[in-house]
């Protein structure tokens, strides 16, 4: 488009910044270039020089500014824009819903939101827990009613009296039905 809009002719110097070497991996003179080798350019970072700039690298490696308004749709990388901030618009959050609508929030809503959400999701979570609590309870009654059950069938008065350890006559107390009895059945020795 530059040579369409004769900014560009044949002979003219150009500056360039970002060119790229295509073909080869690395870097030969001129004159014994394959030629498969070339150098990619983008119109965006190509403009013409002044007529007495010297040819070769610049000393000054910064790519070189440009307005908004001279750059191509499809011209490639551009190495630096030239713009003015007028205004600075807040933040804004936007949610899809589930119907397919979209919600858009500024910071206060989408805090007020996520503290929302954030009670849901605890409430959830507790609601999760104590149902979860109650089966563990319940499996852990069932299991110590289990555990009741069988040692109060293999525990005779005779085997009652032959325990001498604290922990095997707390278990035998506490699993029994009837306490009382387990109790009864113990010596002096054992009551100790």
């Not at 000054?60 to 003015?84: A, K």
């Not at 007028?86 to 206060?108: A, L």
């Not at 035998?172 to 010596?187: F, K, M, R, W």
């Amino acid at each position: 488009s530059l040579f369409r809009e004769k900014n560009l002719v044949v002979g003219q110097k150009i500056i360039i910044h970002g060119a790229e070497l295509i073909g080869s991996q690395d870097a030969c003179t001129p004159l014994e270039a394959p030629e498969s080798l070339m150098i990619k350019i983008s119109a965006n970072s190509t403009r013409p020089a002044r007529w007495y700039a010297k040819l070769g690298f610049h000393r000054d490696p910064r790519p070189f500014q440009l307005p908004i308004s001279t750059l191509f749709s499809e011209g490639g990388m551009v190495g630096c824009v030239d713009v003015i901030v007028v205004r600075i618009y807040p933040m804004q959050w936007m949610e899809k819903k589930s119907k397919g609508m979209y919600v858009f929030r500024n910071e206060r809503a989408e805090e007020r939101e996520a503290q929302i959400h954030y009670e849901n999701q605890q409430r959830k979570l507790e609601t999760l827990y104590a149902k979860i609590e109650t089966r563990l309870q319940e499996q852990f009654r069932v299991d110590r009613k289990k555990k009741r059950e069988h040692k109060i069938q293999k525990l005779s008065d005779q085997q009652i009296m032959m325990l001498q350890d604290g922990v095997d006559l707390y278990e035998a107390i506490q699993n029994s039905s009837d306490p009382i009895s387990v109790e009864a059945c113990l010596n002096e020795q054992q009551l100790r």
